[in-house]
């Protein structure tokens, strides 16, 4: 029993009422701290979290633009777009990626290549973009991948459009490429402008023309459920498919390059004369353009690298070679245009040269000489005596000053990527590059398109058309026009030009008329291409890959295949009105005459009278005697 003497109500009730107070004061200060909460959310910071719950729930999809077209000039599709599927992983959406990529593995075929092409990519990309595991997946992998998708949240089939080219290897080194975006790439584009692409050009016109051939990305809004999935579109922006390029290139003509170089290494440039227009780039030899849209892999890219042929480099635009006898109708008609000499006035042939005071003979290819002759018959006969009487005569600012004029030294400006622009050298260059003073020999060896001056083919034919067109020197130029696929509007690219300082038609004629003989006359260089429906102008050339000393004579037997002189071969036709103008150069083919200028011939033939070229066992002529001395 509870002495009741201890009891106190009174105390009890105060504590008890106390308690309450207490009570319910802590719970007014967690209702009010909950309701600032929920005010300073729902009132203060709406916008904020109203747009991390829509990203929860919408999400925004880059729509990559449809790369533009390629077309030759008589509207055949030379780079196509096709449709490829590759299996994607969203990275952001995986818990394990190592264990989904395993268990992806024994779905479908995932190489080591595979996986290291993932992680590179993985790294350039955002956590939610969606990163290539496997490409180029076949009908079979996409239904058994199908059949499983519901096991893999965050993984996906992915549809594009790849680039495809049709005549991959005789238009490799005209079109270029395009590949994946590497990391140096993505240090200087504009993400923004490629979300969702995955491709550029890499070179060639794929390069050049990147900006109007990409396109302009679209966007569209999402809504996706809990695991990514979409749901529905809710808004969307369509992209801009990149305009069409339409080029002058002729795919014919430019197969039939191809072709009569097979087996040879060297470059032929076709121009049309009257515009400038590129009808043929040819560079043997070539490689398949389709092998690096989608990655190369390692074994053939070290196999293209390695080949001691070089198929990677474009000797068309790159390729720098000694002009050789090719030269001499410009210098002719630069010696008769600065008055250095007339048209009949005549230079002694005795089989060599020499400068006063010095002892070194320069020597004519024709040990025994050619005599007294006139431009014209220096120019048939490719008279070295001539052209070094003649150089010496016009001495080197004349001649650099009137090559330049021709685009020779510099690059031609081609709407190409890439280009070099060969060497014209020059007292002022061997100082600065060398550090030694110029010597009057040099200027001899000029003359006859040695020493260290350099062409590339494209300059040389470009050099040739205006030969051709009596003095209008076109820029070369290989897109004829851009067009857009949505409107259909053709947009023609302006061709610029320049005229040649030579005043007198007749002197134009004079060297016109030197090069047909050329071919049409009886001590011409390239007789034997002589046609009976065409009427060709042309020159050939010889040039050394190495110095001969001043008492050795060069033997072809007994010098190894990659040391024998190249073959050169300037052409165009038909003379009363040219359309095609040419140059061609084979390493180590021997003789312009009886390698380069067949080849020009039958090419004449395929692009005017539409004659199929020979097989390469039958190409070549025989050599020409030793008058042709080219």
Avoid at 63 to 82: E, F, K, Q, S, T
Avoid at 525 to 550: C, D, E, M, N
């Amino acid at each position: 029993m509870v002495d009741s003497r201890f009891k106190n109500p009174r105390g009890e009730t105060r504590l008890f009422t106390g308690r309450i107070v207490l009570a319910g004061v802590l719970v007014i200060l967690c209702l009010a701290a909950v309701v600032a909460r929920l005010v300073y959310l729902q009132i203060y910071n709406s916008d904020h979290y109203r747009t991390l719950s829509e990203d929860n729930r919408v999400r925004v999809e880059p729509l990559p633009p449809m790369r533009g077209l390629i077309y030759d000039r008589n509207g055949v599709l030379l780079a196509d777009n096709v449709p490829a599927y590759s299996l994607q992983i969203i990275p952001g959406q995986v818990a394990d990626l190592a264990g989904t990529i395993k268990a992806l593995s024994r779905i479908i075929p995932i190489s080591d290549l595979d996986r290291q092409r993932f992680d590179r990519l993985r790294r350039q990309h955002r956590r939610f973009d969606g990163v290539p595991i496997r490409l180029d997946l076949s009908d079979t992998e996409r239904a058994r991948f199908a059949v499983q998708s519901h096991r893999f949240p965050g993984v996906q089939i992915h549809a594009e459009l790849l680039r495809y080219y049709p005549h991959s290897v005789d238009t490799a080194h005209v079109l270029g490429y395009v590949g994946r975006i590497n990391e140096e790439e993505m240090q200087r584009i504009d993400t923004s402008a490629y979300a969702g692409t995955s491709h550029i050009g890499k070179i060639g016109l794929e390069k050049a023309y990147e900006d109007i051939l990409h396109g302009i990305v679209g966007f569209q809004q999402v809504e996706v459920n809990a695991r990514g999935r979409v749901l529905r579109t809710l808004k969307e922006q369509l992209p801009t498919s990149g305009k069409d390029l339409v080029l002058y290139l002729d795919i014919a003509l430019q197969r039939d390059a191809m072709a009569v170089m097979e087996g040879h290494r060297g470059a032929i440039v076709a121009i049309d004369p009257n515009s400038g227009g590129v009808l043929a780039m040819a560079s043997a030899p070539g490689f398949d353009a389709n092998l690096f849209v989608d990655g190369i892999s390692v074994q053939d890219y070290v196999e293209l690298r390695d080949s001691i042929d070089k198929p990677l480099y474009n000797r068309a635009v790159r390729g720098q070679y000694p002009p050789a006898s090719t030269i001499k109708p410009f210098i002719g008609l630069g010696g008769l245009a600065t008055g250095s000499i007339s048209f009949s006035e005549g230079k002694y042939c005795g089989g060599y040269f020499q400068l006063p005071g010095h002892g070194h003979r320069y020597r004519c290819w024709r040990r025994g000489g050619h005599g007294t002759l006139n431009v014209e018959d220096a120019v048939v006969q490719s008279c070295d005596v001539y052209f070094y009487r003649l150089a010496h005569d016009m001495g080197i600012e004349r001649v650099d000053r009137f090559l330049a004029d021709f685009g020779f030294g510099s690059k031609t400006g081609i709407d190409f990527a890439d280009e070099l622009g060969g060497l014209l050298p020059t007292p002022e260059w061997k100082e600065r590059v060398r550090g030694q003073p110029w010597y009057p020999g040099e200027t001899l060896i000029i003359g006859i398109g040695q020493g260290a001056f350099l062409v590339t083919p494209l300059q040389l034919a470009a050099a040739t058309a205006a030969m051709a067109n009596h003095g209008t020197y076109f820029q070369p130029r290989m897109a004829q026009a851009v067009r857009d696929p949505a409107t259909g509007f053709f947009q023609p690219t302006k061709p610029v030009s320049h005229r040649i300082a030579v005043d007198s038609e007749a002197q134009w004629q004079a060297m016109v008329d030197a090069m047909t003989q050329v071919v049409e006359g009886p001590r011409g260089t390239a007789r034997r291409i002589r046609s009976p429906l065409i009427r060709i102008a042309g020159k050939t050339g010889t040039a050394q890959v190495f110095t001969i000393g001043q008492n050795e004579r060069y033997n072809e037997a007994q010098v190894a295949e990659r040391m024998r002189d190249h073959a050169l071969f300037i052409a165009f036709a038909p003379v009363e009105a040219p359309q095609i103008a040419l140059a061609i150069i084979v390493e180590n083919g021997r003789h312009g005459s009886s390698t380069a200028a067949p080849m020009a011939r039958q090419l004449i033939d395929s692009y005017l009278l539409k004659k199929p070229v020979k097989p390469p066992e039958s190409r070549n002529m025989p050599p020409s005697d030793q008058a042709t001395g080219d």
